[in-house]
């Protein structure tokens, strides 16, 4: 799962790129990226397509893909609700891509339009940075929307023995269960939130993937006080950093990451897509951190 730079720019070369999305308004995104051109002195703007303030739909959002392609982008990232639909608007899909089904990133390769996921490889080397040689023998996720079947990806890429999904929807974790499961021949399988109890007692680690815990969702996903000392705990929210089951996790001594993990590697792999050149991780974090800081919106003493 490593993503592969396309070749390095010409020098003086001006990229235009961009997000296409719903309710992207407050999105750290655009900032992440041109903090780290501005860093290598690369001529680099990075624009919002928000379809909720422009009153389009899903449908006219990936209706500009190729038009953006022929108007001169360098690349763009898709977003919520378009990641699954992009993928009919691409001539060519990335491996992990053609395997989850969606897609965040549209490189545009000279006159191809070429699709890959940087969520599954962001949440990847996220991971592998917050995580370090934490057991996997069993992992439990909750919550098996767009950001789930992304994680559900990267855990077994990272070599999770056994996945147990779980999510509200039982039909959801079902199918994204069988369907990672047939892709790559990992042990995973589905659970109700009811087994959640005996399956977290078996777990070493669990990842939240559900919105909740988000302002508009507050709460935890599930009873805190299901977690010891043993668990490590990633919540892939972001907005805010420090969420409820952040808190708490760490109150009961786990080990705990929060959604920049995943927000950061995304970006750093878009960018290399986008530019072909790798962007230091480190630094981006530091630019993600300051952001959080100076807009005020979040916690920033993740
Ligand atoms: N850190 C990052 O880079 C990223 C973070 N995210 C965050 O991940 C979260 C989820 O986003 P998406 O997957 O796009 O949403 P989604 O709406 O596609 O999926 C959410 C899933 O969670 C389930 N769910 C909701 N409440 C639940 C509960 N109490 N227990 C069990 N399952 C529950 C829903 O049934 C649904 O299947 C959001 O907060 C989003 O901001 C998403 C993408 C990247
Ligand atoms: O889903 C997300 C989050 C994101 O939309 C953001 O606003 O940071 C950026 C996308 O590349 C990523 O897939």
């Known amino acids: 799962m490593t993503i592969q730079p396309s070749p390095v720019p010409v020098a003086g070369t001006r990229f235009v790129c961009g997000l296409i999305g719903s309710g992207i308004g407050e999105s750290l995104t655009p900032a992440m990226h041109e903090a780290e051109a501005d860093r290598r002195g690369m001529p680099y703007v990075y624009r919002r397509t928000d379809l909720t303030a422009l009153g389009l739909s899903p449908e006219e959002g990936v209706g500009l893909i190729r038009p953006a392609g022929l108007l001169g982008f360098s690349g763009l990232n898709i977003t919520h609700p378009c990641k699954r639909l992009a993928v009919e608007h691409v001539d060519e899909l990335s491996a992990e891509a053609a395997t989850i089904g969606a897609i965040n990133t549209v490189v545009f390769d000279g006159g191809r339009v070429v699709g890959h996921n940087t969520d599954v490889t962001g949440f990847a080397h996220g991971f592998a940075r917050d995580m370090p040689e934490v057991a996997l023998g069993q992992v439990v996720q909750v919550g098996a929307g767009g950001a789930g079947a ?153």
């Open 150 to 302: 992304a994680v559900a990806h990267a855990l077994v890429s990272l070599g999770a023995g056994r996945l147990v999904v779980a999510d509200l929807d039982p039909g959801r974790a079902a199918a994204l269960a069988t369907s990672v499961a047939g892709a790559t021949g990992a042990e995973v399988v589905s659970a109700g939130l009811g087994d959640l109890p005996a399956q977290l007692s078996r777990a070493d680690g669990v990842v939240n993937c559900t919105p909740v815990g988000m302002a508009q969702h507050p709460g935890t996903p599930f009873d805190p006080d299901l977690l010891d000392p043993r668990h490590w705990v990633v919540d892939v929210v972001y907005r805010p950093l420090v969420t409820e089951l952040v808190r708490a996790a760490r109150a009961r001594g786990c080990r705990v990451a929060t959604g920049a993990g995943m927000a950061i590697g995304q970006a750093v792999d878009s960018f290399a897509l986008f530019t072909g050149v790798r962007a230091d991780p480190d630094a981006v974090a530091a630019d993600f951190a300051r952001l959080v800081d100076t807009e005020g919106r979040q916690d920033a003493h993740a």
